[in-house]
């Protein structure tokens, strides 16, 4: 089955600055990648999503960028700020009928420091 | 994502015990999804259905059981032969026709006492 790792683990970053959280995945047959973000206790929220057909996708100061021949994926965030601190975890999946499986890497808390 | 709900909020249980988790959506999605997230973890899939009166078991399904008699209610059993059910349950929908988004319920906090 699919495997995804996620790094870092934990990231901190002083408001302004930009942050990086890198997947790597293992099906190569996977052809979607969401990005989550959930604060503490909340549910998990869609930021950002690319599909396999697509190399970048911006949505202001998010942006996502994918590599199928290195079967990786990165979440950028650029100018952070306090309300961006979060867990965000990133996950990939493929076609399954009318069902999407997702696999989730491990998750990155993100710390936007004032 | 509003139009998920997860009953209850937390849920107490004796080891031993069977115990249901409620969720409703009025999104008129086809497909349902069940996870399980641990402290410091990522979510792991328990159960999907992607229509009424079928399921399939995802990553880690042991120890739980589904039904899908309604396109709105998928609820999950969680059984006595679950060794380490304390856990937050996470139930999603989406309707791949329109979206490959999946929604997300606010969750049910299980703690086995």
């Known amino acids: 089955g699919e495997n995804v790792e996620q790094h870092p683990s934990t990231l901190s970053v002083q408001e302004g600055d930009s942050a990086v959280i890198k997947c790597t995945y293992s099906?190569?047959?996977?052809?979607?990648f969401p990005w989550y973000k959930q604060e503490l206790g909340k549910r998990p929220q869609l930021i950002i999503d690319i599909r396999s057909n697509v190399g970048e996708k911006k949505d202001q100061r998010i942006a996502v960028t994918l590599n199928k021949t290195a079967k990786h994926f990165s979440l950028h965030i650029t100018e952070t700020q306090p309300e961006d601190s979060a867990v965000y975890f990133c996950?990939?999946?493929?076609?399954?009928?009318?069902?999407?499986?997702?696999?989730f890497g491990s998750g990155t808390q993100l710390t936007v420091l004032p | 994502d509003g139009g998920i709900t997860q009953s209850p909020k937390y849920l107490f249980r004796k080891e031993g015990q069977n115990v249901t988790l409620s969720c409703e959506q009025n999104l008129n999605h086809d497909a349902m999804y069940w996870y399980r997230q641990d402290p410091g973890q990522g979510l792991r899939l328990i159960y999907y259905?992607?229509?009424?009166?079928?399921?399939q078991k995802g990553d880690i399904a042991e120890g739980y059981s589904v039904s899908r008699e309604k396109k709105e209610s998928f609820p999950l059993t969680v059984t006595s032969a679950q060794k380490n059910p304390t856990a937050f349950y996470l139930c999603?929908?989406?309707?791949?026709?329109?979206?490959?988004?999946?929604?997300f319920g606010p969750g049910t906090r299980l703690t086995v006492l």
């Open positions: 099906d190569s047959a996977s052809n979607y």
């Open positions: 259905s992607q229509i009424v009166n079928d399921f």
């Open positions: 999603a929908s989406n309707n791949r026709a329109s979206t490959d988004t999946q929604y």
């Open positions: 996950a990939a999946s493929r076609t399954s009928g009318s069902a999407r499986q997702l696999t």
